[in-house]
Protein backbone atom coordinates (compact mmCIF):
# COMPACT_ATOMS: atom_id res chain seq x y z
CA UNK A 1 0.00 0.00 0.00
CA UNK A 2 1.23 3.61 -0.82
CA UNK A 3 0.65 6.27 1.75
CA UNK A 4 1.18 9.85 -0.06
CA UNK A 5 1.99 12.62 3.21
CA UNK A 6 1.02 16.02 1.55
CA UNK A 7 0.52 19.09 3.07
CA UNK A 8 -0.20 22.92 1.39
CA UNK A 9 1.82 24.95 3.97
CA UNK A 10 5.52 23.93 5.45
CA UNK A 11 6.08 22.96 8.55
CA UNK A 12 3.26 20.85 9.35
CA UNK A 13 4.63 17.50 11.20
CA UNK A 14 4.17 15.88 8.09
CA UNK A 15 7.91 14.65 7.60
CA UNK A 16 8.10 13.85 11.63
CA UNK A 17 4.82 12.47 11.91
CA UNK A 18 5.55 10.51 8.44
CA UNK A 19 8.59 9.21 9.98
CA UNK A 20 7.03 8.08 13.04
CA UNK A 21 4.03 5.98 11.45
CA UNK A 22 6.77 4.20 9.44
CA UNK A 23 8.26 3.51 12.63
CA UNK A 24 5.31 2.24 14.55
CA UNK A 25 4.39 -0.13 11.40
CA UNK A 26 7.55 -1.66 11.60
CA UNK A 27 7.75 -1.98 15.13
CA UNK A 28 4.38 -3.89 14.71
CA UNK A 29 6.03 -6.51 11.83
CA UNK A 30 5.27 -4.73 8.93
CA UNK A 31 8.21 -3.80 6.17
CA UNK A 32 8.20 -0.39 5.84
CA UNK A 33 9.85 2.02 3.75
CA UNK A 34 9.24 5.82 3.28
CA UNK A 35 10.83 7.62 0.28
CA UNK A 36 11.98 11.21 0.57
CA UNK A 37 10.12 12.80 -2.36
CA UNK A 38 10.13 16.45 -0.78
CA UNK A 39 12.14 17.09 -3.78
CA UNK A 40 12.99 20.78 -2.63
CA UNK A 41 14.03 20.02 1.13
CA UNK A 42 15.00 16.18 1.45
CA UNK A 43 15.36 16.11 5.05
CA UNK A 44 13.57 13.16 6.94
CA UNK A 45 16.64 11.31 7.07
CA UNK A 46 17.33 13.71 10.07
CA UNK A 47 14.22 12.30 11.76
CA UNK A 48 15.69 9.00 12.01
CA UNK A 49 18.99 9.21 12.84
CA UNK A 50 20.86 8.64 10.07
CA UNK A 51 22.60 11.32 9.04
CA UNK A 52 25.72 9.43 7.80
CA UNK A 53 24.05 7.11 5.80
CA UNK A 54 22.55 9.59 3.81
CA UNK A 55 25.47 11.54 3.36
CA UNK A 56 27.53 8.34 2.17
CA UNK A 57 24.17 8.16 -0.53
CA UNK A 58 24.63 11.35 -1.91
CA UNK A 59 24.69 11.37 -5.50
CA UNK A 60 22.29 8.01 -5.63
CA UNK A 61 19.47 9.31 -3.75
CA UNK A 62 16.02 9.48 -5.48
CA UNK A 63 16.48 12.45 -7.43
CA UNK A 64 19.82 10.45 -9.13
CA UNK A 65 17.63 8.12 -9.95
CA UNK A 66 13.92 9.57 -10.95
CA UNK A 67 16.57 11.54 -13.41
CA UNK A 68 18.18 8.29 -14.80
CA UNK A 69 21.59 9.13 -13.50
CA UNK A 70 21.73 6.18 -10.85
CA UNK A 71 20.00 2.71 -11.93
CA UNK A 72 18.95 2.29 -8.08
CA UNK A 73 17.92 4.54 -5.40
CA UNK A 74 20.15 3.89 -2.05
CA UNK A 75 18.13 2.55 0.53
CA UNK A 76 19.06 3.04 4.13
CA UNK A 77 18.36 0.26 6.40
CA UNK A 78 17.20 2.24 9.74
CA UNK A 79 18.12 -0.31 11.73
CA UNK A 80 21.25 -0.21 10.98
CA UNK A 81 22.56 2.63 10.28
CA UNK A 82 20.54 4.91 13.40
CA UNK A 83 22.88 6.70 15.70
CA UNK A 84 19.56 6.73 17.62
CA UNK A 85 20.78 4.16 20.46
CA UNK A 86 17.60 2.66 21.02
CA UNK A 87 16.23 1.93 17.54
CA UNK A 88 19.22 -0.22 17.68
CA UNK A 89 17.66 -2.39 20.49
CA UNK A 90 15.11 -4.89 18.06
CA UNK A 91 12.18 -6.51 19.76
CA UNK A 92 11.90 -9.75 18.14
CA UNK A 93 9.39 -9.53 15.39
CA UNK A 94 10.12 -6.09 13.91
CA UNK A 95 9.86 -5.55 9.96
CA UNK A 96 11.84 -3.96 7.68
CA UNK A 97 12.64 0.09 7.81
CA UNK A 98 13.99 1.51 4.84
CA UNK A 99 15.11 5.00 4.08
CA UNK A 100 14.93 5.89 0.20
CA UNK A 101 17.03 9.65 0.86
CA UNK A 102 16.86 12.22 -1.61
CA UNK A 103 20.27 13.79 -2.66
CA UNK A 104 21.62 16.47 -0.57
CA UNK A 105 21.93 18.57 -3.56
CA UNK A 106 18.82 17.59 -5.27
CA UNK A 107 16.31 20.84 -6.08
CA UNK A 108 12.56 20.43 -7.38
CA UNK A 109 11.95 19.02 -10.87
CA UNK A 110 9.47 18.76 -13.30
CA UNK A 111 8.36 15.49 -13.95
CA UNK A 112 9.09 14.40 -17.80
CA UNK A 113 7.62 10.92 -19.64
CA UNK A 114 11.03 9.90 -19.00
CA UNK A 115 11.32 10.56 -14.98
CA UNK A 116 7.76 9.63 -14.23
CA UNK A 117 8.19 6.28 -15.94
CA UNK A 118 10.72 5.59 -13.62
CA UNK A 119 8.78 6.86 -10.46
CA UNK A 120 5.70 3.91 -11.75
CA UNK A 121 8.39 1.21 -12.11
CA UNK A 122 9.80 2.29 -8.82
CA UNK A 123 6.38 2.03 -6.92
CA UNK A 124 5.23 -0.97 -8.44
CA UNK A 125 8.41 -2.88 -7.60
CA UNK A 126 8.33 -1.61 -4.04
CA UNK A 127 4.92 -2.44 -3.24
CA UNK A 128 5.80 -5.73 -4.11
CA UNK A 129 8.87 -5.89 -1.79
CA UNK A 130 6.85 -4.07 0.88
CA UNK A 131 3.69 -3.94 3.30
CA UNK A 132 3.74 -0.52 3.19
CA UNK A 133 5.31 2.44 1.73
CA UNK A 134 5.50 6.25 3.07
CA UNK A 135 5.75 9.07 0.66
CA UNK A 136 7.15 12.43 2.05
CA UNK A 137 5.98 14.76 -0.78
CA UNK A 138 6.96 18.41 -0.93
CA UNK A 139 4.90 20.73 0.10
CA UNK A 140 1.86 22.60 -2.06
CA UNK A 141 0.48 21.53 -5.36
CA UNK A 142 4.15 20.36 -5.78
CA UNK A 143 5.94 18.83 -8.79
CA UNK A 144 6.26 16.28 -6.57
CA UNK A 145 2.08 15.96 -5.63
CA UNK A 146 1.61 16.22 -9.53
CA UNK A 147 4.17 13.63 -10.26
CA UNK A 148 3.07 10.58 -8.10
CA UNK A 149 -0.61 12.12 -9.31
CA UNK A 150 0.10 11.03 -13.12
CA UNK A 151 2.26 7.61 -11.86
CA UNK A 152 -0.53 6.67 -10.11
CA UNK A 153 -3.55 6.94 -13.02
CA UNK A 154 -1.13 5.12 -15.05
CA UNK A 155 -3.19 1.48 -15.95
CA UNK A 156 -0.18 -0.32 -14.43
CA UNK A 157 -0.60 1.04 -11.32
CA UNK A 158 -4.52 0.64 -10.25
CA UNK A 159 -4.43 -2.28 -8.87
CA UNK A 160 -1.89 -0.88 -5.90
CA UNK A 161 -4.19 0.86 -3.40
CA UNK A 162 -3.18 4.48 -2.87
CA UNK A 163 -4.19 6.80 0.06
CA UNK A 164 -3.31 10.00 0.95
CA UNK A 165 -2.64 12.06 4.09
CA UNK A 166 -2.79 15.96 4.34
CA UNK A 167 -1.23 17.40 7.27
CA UNK A 168 -1.96 20.73 8.86
CA UNK A 169 -1.39 22.56 12.51
CA UNK A 170 -4.51 23.59 14.14
CA UNK A 171 -4.87 27.30 12.81
CA UNK A 172 -6.93 29.09 10.57
CA UNK A 173 -4.01 29.21 7.50
CA UNK A 174 -3.51 25.85 8.47
CA UNK A 175 -7.29 24.68 7.83
CA UNK A 176 -7.92 26.60 4.99
CA UNK A 177 -5.18 25.61 2.53
CA UNK A 178 -5.26 21.80 3.62
CA UNK A 179 -8.74 21.80 2.44
CA UNK A 180 -7.31 24.00 -0.55
CA UNK A 181 -4.77 21.40 -1.05
CA UNK A 182 -7.29 18.16 -0.84
CA UNK A 183 -10.34 19.58 -2.44
CA UNK A 184 -9.61 23.09 -4.10
CA UNK A 185 -9.69 23.67 -7.84
CA UNK A 186 -6.19 23.32 -8.53
CA UNK A 187 -5.73 20.38 -5.63
CA UNK A 188 -4.93 16.89 -5.24
CA UNK A 189 -8.39 15.53 -5.99
CA UNK A 190 -9.11 18.47 -9.17
CA UNK A 191 -5.26 17.45 -10.39
CA UNK A 192 -5.95 13.41 -10.04
CA UNK A 193 -9.14 13.80 -12.22
CA UNK A 194 -7.02 16.09 -14.48
CA UNK A 195 -4.59 13.04 -15.30
CA UNK A 196 -7.49 10.20 -15.33
CA UNK A 197 -8.45 9.25 -11.28
CA UNK A 198 -11.80 8.14 -10.77
CA UNK A 199 -13.21 11.52 -8.65
CA UNK A 200 -14.92 9.30 -6.09
CA UNK A 201 -11.78 6.87 -5.49
CA UNK A 202 -9.48 9.55 -5.34
CA UNK A 203 -11.44 11.39 -3.09
CA UNK A 204 -12.40 8.29 -0.55
CA UNK A 205 -8.54 7.98 -0.09
CA UNK A 206 -7.74 11.19 1.54
CA UNK A 207 -7.82 12.04 4.45
CA UNK A 208 -6.71 14.87 6.97
CA UNK A 209 -3.93 14.24 9.85
CA UNK A 210 -4.01 17.58 12.36
CA UNK A 211 -0.66 17.72 14.03
CA UNK A 212 0.90 19.56 16.97
CA UNK A 213 -2.81 20.14 18.35
CA UNK A 214 -2.73 21.93 22.13
CA UNK A 215 -4.87 19.55 24.02
CA UNK A 216 -6.86 21.88 26.30
CA UNK A 217 -7.27 19.28 28.99
CA UNK A 218 -3.00 18.09 29.23
CA UNK A 219 -1.16 19.57 32.24
CA UNK A 220 0.84 21.79 29.74
CA UNK A 221 -2.17 23.91 29.37
CA UNK A 222 -3.48 24.31 33.30
CA UNK A 223 -1.44 27.13 33.91
CA UNK A 224 -3.34 29.81 31.66
CA UNK A 225 -5.30 32.19 33.34
CA UNK A 226 -9.57 31.21 32.84
CA UNK A 227 -9.87 34.38 30.06
CA UNK A 228 -7.20 32.68 28.19
CA UNK A 229 -8.86 29.10 28.81
CA UNK A 230 -12.05 30.24 27.89
CA UNK A 231 -10.59 32.01 24.30
CA UNK A 232 -8.93 28.58 23.37
CA UNK A 233 -11.50 26.67 23.65
CA UNK A 234 -13.78 29.32 20.94
CA UNK A 235 -10.63 29.38 19.13
CA UNK A 236 -10.88 25.83 19.05
CA UNK A 237 -14.55 25.29 18.48
CA UNK A 238 -14.27 27.86 16.16
CA UNK A 239 -11.22 25.97 14.26
CA UNK A 240 -13.57 22.61 14.03
CA UNK A 241 -16.77 24.62 12.47
CA UNK A 242 -14.09 25.88 9.96
CA UNK A 243 -12.76 22.59 8.99
CA UNK A 244 -16.10 21.40 8.57
CA UNK A 245 -17.92 24.01 6.35
CA UNK A 246 -14.25 23.45 4.69
CA UNK A 247 -14.67 19.35 3.99
CA UNK A 248 -11.85 18.91 6.89
CA UNK A 249 -14.49 18.02 9.56
CA UNK A 250 -13.51 15.20 11.63
CA UNK A 251 -15.32 12.36 9.53
CA UNK A 252 -12.67 13.06 6.94
CA UNK A 253 -9.94 13.45 10.00
CA UNK A 254 -7.72 10.10 10.18
CA UNK A 255 -6.00 11.05 13.59
CA UNK A 256 -4.75 14.23 15.53
CA UNK A 257 -1.12 14.02 16.85
CA UNK A 258 -0.90 16.34 20.23
CA UNK A 259 1.52 19.01 20.79
CA UNK A 260 4.18 17.45 22.46
CA UNK A 261 7.33 18.75 24.23
CA UNK A 262 9.82 16.21 22.28
CA UNK A 263 8.35 17.40 18.88
CA UNK A 264 8.44 20.62 19.66
CA UNK A 265 12.11 20.97 20.16
CA UNK A 266 13.35 17.96 18.46
CA UNK A 267 12.48 16.42 14.87
CA UNK A 268 12.93 12.47 15.98
CA UNK A 269 11.32 9.28 16.41
CA UNK A 270 9.07 8.97 19.66
CA UNK A 271 10.35 5.59 21.48
CA UNK A 272 8.37 3.82 24.22
CA UNK A 273 11.65 4.50 26.07
CA UNK A 274 11.26 8.53 25.90
CA UNK A 275 7.52 7.40 27.23
CA UNK A 276 8.08 5.12 30.09
CA UNK A 277 11.72 5.42 31.00
CA UNK A 278 13.04 8.99 30.58
CA UNK A 279 9.21 9.97 30.42
CA UNK A 280 9.92 13.47 28.45
CA UNK A 281 7.60 12.53 26.02
CA UNK A 282 3.84 12.50 26.41
CA UNK A 283 2.02 9.11 26.61
CA UNK A 284 -0.45 10.90 24.86
CA UNK A 285 1.42 11.65 21.75
CA UNK A 286 2.81 7.85 21.41
CA UNK A 287 -1.14 6.57 22.04
CA UNK A 288 -2.35 8.80 19.41
CA UNK A 289 0.81 7.56 16.66
CA UNK A 290 -0.32 4.30 17.16
CA UNK A 291 -3.35 4.58 16.86
CA UNK A 292 -2.76 6.61 13.27
CA UNK A 293 -0.38 4.24 12.24
CA UNK A 294 -3.37 1.45 12.81
CA UNK A 295 -5.51 3.24 10.92
CA UNK A 296 -3.62 3.80 7.83
CA UNK A 297 -4.45 0.27 6.82
CA UNK A 298 -8.05 -0.07 8.67
CA UNK A 299 -10.46 0.13 5.84
CA UNK A 300 -13.36 0.74 8.71
CA UNK A 301 -11.63 4.56 8.42
CA UNK A 302 -11.46 5.10 4.65
CA UNK A 303 -15.24 4.30 4.20
CA UNK A 304 -16.68 7.07 2.38
CA UNK A 305 -16.43 10.14 4.66
N1 LIG B 1 2.97 16.86 17.49
C1 LIG B 1 3.91 17.81 17.49
N2 LIG B 1 4.14 18.56 18.58
C2 LIG B 1 5.08 19.53 18.59
N3 LIG B 1 5.87 19.80 17.55
C3 LIG B 1 5.71 19.08 16.41
C4 LIG B 1 4.71 18.06 16.32
N4 LIG B 1 4.80 17.50 15.08
C5 LIG B 1 5.80 18.14 14.44
N5 LIG B 1 6.35 19.09 15.25
C6 LIG B 1 7.48 19.98 14.91
O1 LIG B 1 7.07 20.89 13.92
C7 LIG B 1 8.13 21.17 13.04
C8 LIG B 1 7.68 20.87 11.62
O2 LIG B 1 7.48 19.48 11.49
P1 LIG B 1 7.97 18.71 10.18
O3 LIG B 1 9.36 19.06 9.83
O4 LIG B 1 7.61 17.28 10.34
O5 LIG B 1 6.96 19.39 9.16
P2 LIG B 1 6.95 19.30 7.56
O6 LIG B 1 5.54 19.53 7.18
O7 LIG B 1 7.61 18.05 7.10
O8 LIG B 1 7.83 20.58 7.20
P3 LIG B 1 8.62 20.89 5.83
O9 LIG B 1 7.61 21.45 4.90
O10 LIG B 1 9.62 21.89 6.27
O11 LIG B 1 9.21 19.61 5.32
C9 LIG B 1 9.30 20.29 13.48
O12 LIG B 1 10.17 21.04 14.26
C10 LIG B 1 8.63 19.20 14.30
O13 LIG B 1 9.48 18.63 15.27
MG1 LIG C 1 9.31 17.77 5.97
Redo the contacts with the bound molecule.
Keep these: MLIF?A?D???????????NLAYRRALAGDHVCYLDF?FG?P??AA?FDVLDARAAAEDRGLHAYLAGEAGEPARIDVWARTEHPVLRDLPPGTGRLELFPGDLSGGEFAATGENLHRCVDLLLRLDGEYDLILV?L??GRSYAVDMVLAATARPEMRAVVSRWLV?H?WTRQHVTAAAHLAFGPRGIVAGGVARGHDEDALRAGVRFVR???PDLESPLWSQVTPTQSAWMRRTDEDLRQLASVLGAGHRTVLGT????????????LITDEDVVVSQIANRE?WE?LGELAHRLTDDKCWEQA
Aim: charged share 20%; aromatic share 4%; net charge neutral.
Design positions: ASKGGTGRSVTGADSTAVDSAFRSGVVPLDPVLQWREQTA
